[in-house]
């Protein structure tokens, strides 16, 4: 479903180029959840954010169900992300003058679905992750899980085949994180979306299929199982 091919990553500056992202390599199946491990600053979110098509890659390329996103200009680009990739960061990033229903809706109406059709949408993915009491409901109002219930939603409205996830639990205690984690399996098993997740939390990786771990922007083994 997924193939991150020879992907480098160099910012330059005044004095040299930094290299983040050394030539990664790997696949992903259909349905696979994967975490993605290592220290602070060894390029995880940037590796993220070029699979996300976020970043465009130094060189190097990626392959979404055989199609190659980087060949698209930047407009088109923005219109297959959009559809094809959710994201969930550590913080939510929800609009603070919006409703849930109002903030799951936005990737539906920017794609230009009709507003009616767009909240059934939106409606229907915040039962799923538990929050069709809270629709009316605006950010300051939300728990902290409830938030990121929220993000979630948002990320999976326009029912994406990619979810990317960059510390989701990041900012929960460990009880509202574990409900966060147990719902990433739920929606895994029952809608089969592939996942990635970057995380320093143990108990995230381990409901993970499989994890690498990459250190000053390389993969240091290859997959493996916590099980």
Do not use: C
């Not at 993605?36 to 098509?53: D, F, R």
């Not at 930047?74 to 603070?96: C, E, M, T, W």
């Not at 109406?109 to 009616?116: S, V």
């Not at 996942?195 to 493996?224: C, E, W, Y």
């Amino acid at each position: 479903m997924l193939e991150v091919i020879d992907i480098k990553k160099y910012y330059n500056t005044r004095e040299k180029p930094i290299e983040v992202l050394k030539g990664i390599s790997f696949t992903v199946k259909q349905g696979e959840m994967v975490g993605i491990l290592g220290p602070s600053g060894v390029g995880k979110s940037t590796l993220l954010h070029i699979i996300g098509t976020i970043e465009r890659p130094t060189s190097g390329e990626i392959s979404i169900n055989g199609f190659y996103p980087f060949k698209l200009d930047d407009r088109k680009l923005a219109r297959f992300r959009n559809s094809h990739i959710g994201f969930v960061f550590q913080f939510h990033y929800l609009l603070p003058e919006f409703n849930a229903l109002e903030n799951t809706m936005m990737p539906a109406l920017i794609y230009g679905i009709n507003k009616k059709k767009a909240q059934e949408m939106a409606e229907s993915i915040l039962s799923e992750v538990g929050l069709s009491h809270r629709l009316s409901h605006k950010p300051a109002e939300l728990s902290g899980g409830e938030l990121q219930r929220v993000a979630v939603a948002r990320a999976l409205v326009l029912s994406p085949p990619l979810l990317l996830a960059d510390e989701p639990t990041g900012n929960l205690d460990t009880s509202t994180g574990e409900t966060i984690h147990k719902l990433l399996v739920e929606l895994n098993q029952k809608k089969g979306i592939t996942m990635l997740i970057v995380t320093h939390n143990p108990d995230l990786a381990k409901i993970t299929h499989r994890q690498i771990h990459v250190k000053d922007g390389r993969i240091v083994s290859p997959f493996f199982s916590m099980e």
